[in-house]
């Protein structure tokens, strides 16, 4: 069972940047492949970003060069910063581990909420 715990959300203005971090127990987030996810009120969950253990990324067509996913492996912590943040980012971001960079992993954490807003 791997246990994964979101963090960094909040309140930003639209322009702005922010980074959400995903760890777990037991040093496992550098051996698989780790993903985030959003979930926008009143829509699905969709697909960001995945990382593998070589650091090789994925992105969804709509981060368009404003997120980056990255790994410190030292510290067994994966990142999604997010710059010139949109209204249309808000949501819950869900960090994901165990799957592949086509499919979502078994492990999901509860999610932080990334609200962008004047």
């Known amino acids: 069972q791997v246990q994964l715990v979101e963090s960094g959300g909040g309140l930003v203005q639209p322009g702005g940047s922010l980074r959400v971090s995903c760890a777990a127990s037991?040093?496992?987030?550098?051996?698989?492949?780790v993903g985030w996810y959003r979930q926008a009120p009143g829509k699905q969950r969709e697909f960001v970003a995945t990382i593998n253990h070589a650091g090789s990324t994925n992105y969804a067509d709509f981060t368009k060069g404003r997120f980056t996913i990255s790994r410190d492996n030292a510290k067994d912590i994966v990142y999604l910063q997010v710059n010139s943040l949109k209204p249309e980012d808000t949501a819950v971001y869900y960090c994901?581990?165990?799957?592949?960079?086509?499919?979502?992993?078994?492990?999901w954490g509860q999610g932080t909420q990334v609200t962008v807003s004047s």
């Open positions: 037991g040093s496992i987030l550098s051996r698989i492949v």
């Open positions: 994901n581990a165990g799957g592949t960079t086509l499919r979502a992993g078994p492990f």
